[in-house]
């Protein structure tokens, strides 16, 4: 279940990086950068072999992800993408870039489709996902990601791997050079799942 977790040194590091540099971005910028890491991701083995991409919606201050999803629709991936119910997160399944602009608008302004939809979910369709593309607020080289403190992401990667023990499931996280920090300023918890891969410029 989602928790709000109130490390004060994630706290202090989240207010820092959502409200100091994140904001501070240009446009420019966030085009540049999130060109740049499509470009990587596209040409990954992990994108290229994954058959089954879980990809979040992006917002404004997040490595804008709409090119990579039009790429995976091309690709006759399946792509599965969040959806937020309460205190829990599914991952539901998008078939063309038409169902994508159907959805309806949550109050962040993210289109994100509804779990009594009867989309096919990713922990129930005896598949699950091969490679999931996440968000975040701050990483570490070495895997470590903070998220918005709601913990949707550590505990939805703990029920697929609990649902799918044996499927070998890349994690890879999308980020902004400015959202790299040193590992002592971002210490991982025990809830806290580390990463395969953070991508960047």
């Not at 399946?78 to 159907?102: A, D, Q, T």
């Not at 470590?144 to 403190?149: A, D, E, L, S, V």
């Amino acid at each position: 279940m989602a928790k709000n977790l109130t490390n004060p040194l994630k706290t202090a590091l989240r207010k820092r990086i959502k409200n100091d540099i994140l904001k501070s971005l240009s446009n420019e910028i966030i085009e540049r950068q999130s060109k740049a890491i499509t470009e990587k991701v596209l040409q990954s083995e992990a994108f290229r072999a994954a058959q089954r991409i879980s990809i979040y919606l992006s917002t404004h201050m997040e490595v804008n992800t709409s090119y990579l999803l039009s790429e995976c629709f091309r690709l006759e991936k399946h792509v599965f993408v969040p959806s937020y119910e309460g205190e829990c997160m599914e991952m539901l399944r998008l078939k063309n870039l038409r169902e994508y602009h159907s959805l309806p608008l949550t109050k962040w302004n993210i289109r994100q489709p509804s779990i009594k939809d009867g989309r096919e979910n990713a922990l129930t369709n005896g598949h699950g996902i091969d490679l999931f593309l996440i968000p975040g607020v701050a990483f570490t080289r070495s895997g470590g990601r903070m998220g918005h403190g709601m913990g949707y992401y550590d505990t939805y990667l703990k029920r697929h791997q609990s649902v799918y023990p044996y499927k070998k499931t890349t994690l890879m996280a999308l980020a902004f050079r400015e959202q790299i920090v040193s590992e002592h300023e971002l210490p991982l918890e025990a809830h806290d799942v580390r990463l395969h891969y953070i991508i960047t410029e």
